[in-house]
């Protein structure tokens, strides 16, 4: 029950959270953190909030894959989660209605307070947060509590709350959705200094959750975010196949600026392709592996800030 | 006098370029892709060309490093002679092919050189993989390419396998090597090294054209990495899940000295393992991702100068000495 109050937003205690890996099977630092919390939970204990780490994509896990049958993490629409379950429904489909069912239902009173779900990029992003609603005030005030806990170190916020290009990811049951994505990280590969930089997000996010619901008060603040405004394909010829690669400026450039007229790709044999855009962008997602299939080789943002209500226990 | 001798080898009239061995090691499906349809758009006839071979088109249709087993393990001797089963996987039946197409393997009529591209996740800039540390053509391409390229860190790795016990597909021709380009992650191309893999081709083609119009390339010494042994990740005793990461300090370090003491991994609770080894040596394939299910965190090798004499083509079938 959240209610408004003078620029004061007052939310129930956070007692039902839990930490997802593996909803992409390959991306190792959340399999890892998962499992690791399965067998110990101490670490990610707090008074008054039981957090639950749970492994969303097991079948992916197991095979080292991103999926299995299709995305879990884009398989959380209205469609799916009401289809007759069925074992014809491809896996991650029936996945997504067994999720819904212990963390949801998505959009009731019954869902899951928060959830942070674990994913790495092998993208030049370093640690990034992934925010789906811009009225979401509580994250907002989370997401800024990290971002000073780990201050000097750069933990950037990425909101997608664009209307076509918004998906429907396993976080979504729950009522604050949390996605986490840190790289760069081939798939299927464990490194040590990604692993903790994962790990020490968490930590400040659970700590954030202990002081709301001991009744801390989160003064009104602002919060710098990127905010998704376009995918950009892959220059392809006739039959679908790319012609073109991240041009060597733009690799590993992600959340710098990117003018009209910069480099953007470059051929096969050599020659550049310049962006065209109307503005100065900022891109991220820069050649993520996984994005090929989905025609992306980079999304553009732009820089926006958002304020923050003061945010209370009620 | 020692040095003035020059080794006269046949003339490398057949080489093969293969892209895709691994299906989701893209610079060099792309490379080749391109190659291909180069060649097409030139539609030039002359000089000789060399083979494009595309390996494994499944697995680079799915992008999978292999859609059933390993392609790059299925051409030892007896792999290649052990009979065909009516359901091989896929990757045996392409084995043959290739072995059919570029080989066979051991014989006079195999193809004078295979070059195969490879991507690694490890940060191993551009490595020469061969079997052989007295291999004169392999090692004078490795010297000319680390003069046409002096800012591309490069090493030559040598696995002491004889030919029989020779497993991939850079075995099946007379002279051989897989070019290893990283760190790149599976699945994606980056176009510094996709560039890299391009330049190096390039450079190998010119040396070959060079040799067989009858250059002589001058001796020198070759630093070569001859691996000694894998080491595996540290695993539970009962369920096998790996319980430690390659540590920080020695992640992206390959080549570099590792000594005994050294930090190898890192447990999740933070503890550092130390390496227990008693000589020094240098590791290579760090954290190479297609390693895990394989056991292997890195590989050592033991490294040492080997001297390359003078080299020049012959149209005699066989190594001639001229001083």
């Known amino acids: ?314 | 006098m020692d040095g003035q001798e020059a080794v006269c080898l046949p003339k490398l009239s057949r080489v093969a370029v293969c892209g895709g061995t691994h299906g989701n090691e893209l610079s060099g499906v792309y490379l080749v892709k391109e190659m291909m349809k180069s060649r097409k758009e030139e539609d030039n006839e002359s000089g000789s060309q060399p083979v494009l071979v595309l390996s494994n088109p499944r697995a680079t249709k799915k992008c999978l490093r292999y859609t059933e087993v390993d392609l790059n393990r299925c051409f030892s001797r007896d792999a290649l002679n052990s009979p065909l089963l009516d359901i091989a996987p896929y990757e045996v039946l392409r084995s043959r092919e290739l072995d059919a197409l570029l080989g066979p393997k051991g014989s006079p009529y195999s193809v004078d050189l295979v070059c195969d591209l490879h991507n690694t996740t490890s940060n191993m800039g551009l490595c020469f993989i061969a079997y052989s540390d007295s291999d004169w053509i392999s090692m004078h391409i490795f010297k000319h390419l680390k003069r046409c390229m002096p800012d591309i860190p490069m090493r030559y790795i040598h696995f002491d396998l004889p030919q029989d016990e020779s497993y991939s597909l850079d075995s099946v021709g007379k002279h051989g090597f897989a070019m290893e380009i990283g760190p790149q992650p599976h699945g994606v191309v980056r176009s510094n090294i996709y560039t890299t893999m391009k330049c190096g081709v390039q450079h190998m083609l010119d040396w070959i054209h060079l040799f067989n119009s009858g250059r002589v390339f001058e001796g020198g010494f070759v630093d070569v990495f001859t691996l000694v042994k894998h080491l595996d990740y540290p695993r539970d005793c009962s369920t096998l899940d790996i319980i430690a990461a390659i540590h920080p300090q020695l992640q992206d370090r390959d080549f570099c000295l590792l000594n005994p003491g050294d930090p190898l991994f890192q447990t999740f609770s933070g503890e550092t393992m130390p390496y227990n080894g008693t000589e020094s040596l240098h590791p290579f394939f760090i954290n190479e991702c297609a390693y895990y299910e394989k056991g292997i965190a890195l590989s050592l090798s033991r490294l040492r100068r080997v001297k390359i004499p003078a080299v020049c083509a012959t149209s005699e079938q066989h190594a001639v000495i001229v001083t």
């Open chain 1, 1 to 314: 029950m959240s209610s408004y109050n003078n620029n004061n937003v007052r939310l129930n205690a956070a007692r039902r959270v839990a930490v997802f890996g593996g909803t992409h099977g390959n991306e190792m630092s959340g399999v890892t953190l998962v499992n690791l919390w399965m067998k110990n939970s101490a670490e990610i204990q707090r008074k008054g909030v039981a957090t639950k780490p749970f492994i969303t994509n097991p079948k992916a896990v197991e095979k080292c894959s991103r999926y299995v049958d299709t995305d879990l993490n884009r398989a959380f629409t209205a469609e799916n989660l009401s289809a007759p379950s069925g074992e014809d429904l491809p896996y991650e489909v029936q996945r997504a209605q067994e999720i819904n069912k212990m963390f949801g239902p998505k959009g009731s009173p019954d869902a899951y307070d928060v959830i942070f779900d674990l994913h790495n990029t092998t993208s030049n992003m370093g640690s990034t947060l992934i925010l789906e609603s811009s009225k979401d005030h509580f994250n907002l005030q989370m997401m800024n509590y990290i971002k000073k806990a780990l201050a000097p170190a750069s933990c950037l916020v990425l909101l997608n709350e664009h209307p076509l290009l918004k998906y429907s990811t396993s976080r979504s049951v729950a009522k604050h959705p949390v996605g986490l994505e840190v790289g760069p990280q081939p798939q299927g590969v464990l490194r040590s200094n990604i692993f903790d930089s994962m790990r020490v997000i968490i930590k400040h996010a659970l700590d954030f959750i202990e002081l709301f619901n001991e009744g801390v008060e989160f003064p009104p603040c602002t919060v710098e975010v990127f905010r998704v405004l376009e995918r950009v394909d892959y220059p392809r010829d006739a039959n679908g196949n790319i012609i073109a690669m991240v041009h060597p400026n733009l690799q590993d450039c992600d959340w710098e600026p990117l003018n009209p007229g910069d480099p953007m790709f470059q051929t096969f044999d050599g020659k550049t392709i310049h962006y065209q855009g109307p503005g100065t962008v900022y891109p991220t997602f820069i050649n993520e592996a996984a994005y090929y299939e989905k025609q992306q080789a980079f999304v553009t943002t732009k820089r926006e800030t958002l304020v923050a209500c003061a945010v209370k226990k009620a």
